[in-house]
């Protein structure tokens, strides 16, 4: 027993704010922007949560895949940017949702986290314990960005995609997946409770204190990116003897097209078979694979049979790569 992705759904805030928005808080061009990363513009909350974007990404999934919420029996819900800590983020969607036959919680592994919600989940469906799963990255990263730092501020938008993945008989692949917590340092951002929580004297200063935002070693991290993405996807190929040619699509993290085109090079596949909407939404963490796949989906690009490959990398560091039929 495995499972299969039967339909996907997606949100993003109607509030945009583009390059020469940016170019307004911090010194920076649109030019500089497109050039380095890619991105055009992004999504930024306004009256939306990252609670009503999962919701709205998983009722969206359901219509999609013509399934009632009832039918339901586990959600996960990936974030690092949820707008409550209790009860979880997935507690909140099932009860927008109504699922009340679901069992519920979040998973925190940044960019990686939608494949890593796409790994639990099929373990789970593999192992009969859950038939259906509504598995949802959903991101308010404008809350954690530093808009004074045009190291970090041009990079992140907000949003939310899903998908319902059903147990299914047919061929199960394994996926790649690692972590090195020794270099968690290159992307990091602390906890607003880690003190003034607790002695429950929050000074509003402090609030707003830089490493309670993200903080990023830029080039650290790309150069992390562009090395281990290659080697987890030619790693998962190998572990189930998967010939390259026959990958229809690379749905890689949207982080920047830089990053996605080298990774392309490196792996010598042609950049054609890896599609991207970064310029539209910016790295919109573990939201950006199913947005992307979402998009993908409802244009009618991704045919039945075809194999996917995931790819996700981030914070912690963590990445991965799975595999998929669609
Ligand atoms: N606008 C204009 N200039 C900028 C700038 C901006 N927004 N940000 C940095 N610069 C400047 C720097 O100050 C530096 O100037 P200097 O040479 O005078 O010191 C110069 O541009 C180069 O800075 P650097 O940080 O080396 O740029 P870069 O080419 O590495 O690009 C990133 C910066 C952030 C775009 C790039 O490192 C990146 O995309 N990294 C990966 C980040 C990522 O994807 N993180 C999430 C992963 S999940």
New binding site residues.
Partial sequence: MTGKICGTGSFAPSFTMDNHDIAKL????DE??QE??GVVRRHIIREETTVSMAAEAGKRALDNAGMSAKEIDLILVSTISSNVVLPCAACEVQKELGAVHATCFDLSA??TGFVLAYNTAMAYLASGVYQNALIIGSESLSNLTNWED???C??FGDGAGAAVVRACDQKAYIPVTHSDGARGAA?SCTSRYDKSGLAGNVDPQEWMEDRYLMQ?D??A??KF?VKSVPQAVEELLEKNQVEKEEIAWYIL?Q??R??VESVAKRLGESIEKFPMNLQEYG?T?SASIPILLDEMNRKGLLKRGQKIVLAG???GLTWGASLLEW
């Fill in positions: 911090v010194e920076t061009s500089w922007i380095r990363t940044a960019c045009r190291g970090t041009i990079l992307l990023m830029g080039r991290v790309f990116a993290h982080a920047n830089r990053i790295n963490s990398f981030g914070a």
